[in-house]
């Protein structure tokens, strides 16, 4: 047994780390002989399973794709769901097939947003049994979030607007329903304004897309053990 703490691993040193100053490594639990159950697994109610429609920015026959439930940092972050509950392995052939078309069909609706340079496609499944794949888009310019912390910077960087990030869903959602499908996020509405009352601040519908959806870092804390080698890109979801 190991009776030194391990040094931190180079990744610590690179740009795109969030964090500096001393860090130690954590002490390991004990690994559990049986894991809990996720969400949607033994007695445990599916979220996905039994939220509504109306809780998604697009719904299709055997897909569904659901935004977070409020701004975040990076421009967007959505979550492509199966209607059915399987989880990745367990897909049939179509629904194999599909996955690829939407994973395709989303990162390129993603990517058609202003000042996105970049969408990570990812998937965990340590909090839910119900497949859901992460899809996070990367600001423009901002090199220092490349790669495998950016669903880490998601929580640092201070929220885009809601305005914004109410058109870039809508966008999205249209974007989705040009191949079918329905859209069920609608764009901010226009504030017109006389020019006499432009310095007033904008009004902002507070219409909330999803109740039910937790944000990445959220979602992280369901889960019991610690997460996955993070030089690998997995993050407990
Ligand atoms: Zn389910």
Not at 120 to 142: C, E, K, N, T
Not at 191 to 210: C, F, G, T
């Amino acid at each position: 047994m190991q009776d030194t703490p391990p040094s931190v691993p180079d990744f610590t040193q690179w740009p795109s780390f969030p964090f500096e100053g001393d860090l130690r490594v954590k002490q390991l639990d004990d690994p559990v002989p049986v894991e809990p159950p996720r969400r949607g697994e033994g007695n445990r109610e599916c979220t996905a399973c039994s939220a509504p429609d109306e809780a998604y920015i697009w719904v299709g026959e055997r897909w569904r794709v659901r935004a977070m439930d409020r701004p975040t940092g990076l421009p967007m972050v959505l979550i492509l769901e199966s209607r059915s509950h399987l989880d990745l392995g367990d897909l049939p052939n179509l629904l194999a097939a599909e996955l690829g078309v939407m994973t395709v069909r989303l990162e390129r609706a993603i990517r058609s947003l202003d000042g996105v340079a970049r969408v990570h496609v990812s998937r965990w499944g340590d909090g839910s049994a119900h497949l859901h794949i992460w899809f996070l888009a990367r600001p423009y310019g901002r090199l220092q979030l490349r790669g495998t912390f950016l669903s880490l910077w998601d929580s640092i960087l201070p929220p885009i607007t809601e305005a914004q990030w109410r058109e870039n869903l809508a966008l999205v959602a249209a974007w989705l329903a040009e191949f079918g499908g329905r859209p069920l996020a609608e764009p901010p509405r226009i504030q017109w304004q006389a020019p006499s009352s432009l310095s007033a601040p904008p009004e902002v519908e507070a219409e909330i897309v999803d109740e039910e959806t937790v944000s990445v870092i959220e979602a992280a804390e369901e889960i019991p053990e610690p997460p996955d080698d993070p030089t690998t890109g997995q993050r407990p979801a």
